[in-house]
């Protein structure tokens, strides 16, 4: 099935040629669970600035003893992306994150609040805590800033996911949501081939919704530079993979709106091995975790995009199989 291209925009706004390289998933713990600090976090930022990126997802709104992230991503001149963190967290710890983005949001500290990040994975139907949480954040920021979700994109392509209770309802309520697609989970994959294979799978999202196609973010993407995935045929993580991956999608996700992709990550998580965590895991970063940079960026290149827009412009390509998604990976 062919699909013809499609656009999406929100704000009918003036055509800007901007320089872009999109937007980064970040976790401040690479430099050590117990050594980050808001000095460790601004440095960070410094350095994401300097290479071009312009939004900043996180995988909590606050972390350690109450360092907010959104003051820290927006004084840097970026844009943040703050998420509410579900699981592994108490119901009090939870709420925590969702009263420190909302405040952010207020306080013009935060564009996008995503509550949950791939938390639906062992889950029969969507949690009313996270309806609550969208229902809430919704009615207590300022209208342009964006609520929503983040989940696997296997809850999107997978039938015997799909179907899951009340999923529909939480597209629905959601201004944005979030997919996350990485071809490192697609059995036998070649990483030369990996980003047709990310092309394909976002544009079955695309086309198996529709009517909530204007919502999308493709909020995580990567290839690891190190490591083995044995449980789908031995796809293999190194440099040249990952530079080849990261050069392909930059190409690849220029037409997209800026603020609707994030590469997934800044940096390497180490921590993540010390925990049992595979290799690979602690291997997405385009940087090491002293911040060391693994290859050359491509040159941040110049784009037309409608300002204050978020344009969805998929290829004319097949759409991967139904029920092709991501096995589960913990971020």
Not at 24 to 32: Q, R, S, T
Not at 160 to 168: K, M, V
Not at 198 to 222: C, F, I, M, S
Request: aromatic share 12%.
């Amino acid at each position: 099935m062919m699909y013809w291209w499609l656009l999406y925009v929100f704000f009918l706004l003036p055509i800007a040629i901007m320089a872009q390289r999109g937007g980064i998933c970040y976790d401040p713990l690479h430099v050590g669970p117990t050594v980050f600090s808001a000095e460790t976090i601004a440095n960070d930022m410094i350095q994401i600035k300097a290479n071009g990126f312009t939004h900043v997802r996180t995988f909590e709104s606050t972390y350690g003893n109450g360092i907010e992230m959104g003051p820290l991503i927006t004084q840097a001149g970026l844009i943040a992306a703050l998420s509410v963190r579900l699981q592994g967290e108490t119901q009090e710890e939870s709420h925590q994150q969702l009263m420190s983005a909302v405040e952010a949001a207020k306080t013009g500290n935060a564009a996008y609040i995503f509550i949950g990040n791939e938390n639906l994975a062992h889950q029969d139907s969507v949690p009313q805590q996270m309806l609550e949480y969208i229902q809430y954040a919704k009615a207590n920021v300022p209208s342009h800033v964006l609520v929503g979700t983040v989940q696997r994109n296997t809850e999107f392509l997978d039938p015997n996911r799909r179907n899951l209770t009340g999923f529909d309802n939480l597209l629905n309520q959601s201004q944005i949501v979030g997919v996350n697609v990485h071809p490192f989970f697609s059995p036998n994959l070649d990483f030369n081939d990996a980003i047709n294979n990310v092309r394909d799978q976002w544009n079955a999202v695309v086309a198996n919704y529709g009517p909530v196609a204007h919502k999308l973010a493709l909020t995580e993407v990567g290839w690891p530079s190190g490591g083995t995935n044995d449980d789908v045929g031995g796809n293999y993580g190194s440099v040249q993979a990952a530079e080849r991956f990261y050069s392909d999608f930059a190409s690849w996700s220029m037409p997209l709106a800026q603020d609707r992709t994030y590469y997934f990550q800044m940096y390497d998580q180490p921590y993540k091995g010390e925990f049992g965590g595979p290799v690979f895991e602690t291997k997405f970063g385009l940087f090491t975790a002293n911040g060391t940079q693994k290859f050359s960026l491509p040159p941040v290149q110049a784009a037309a995009v409608q300002q204050g827009s978020s344009a969805l412009i998929p290829a004319s390509t097949p759409a991967a199989p139904a029920g092709e998604g991501n096995t589960e990976r913990d971020v």
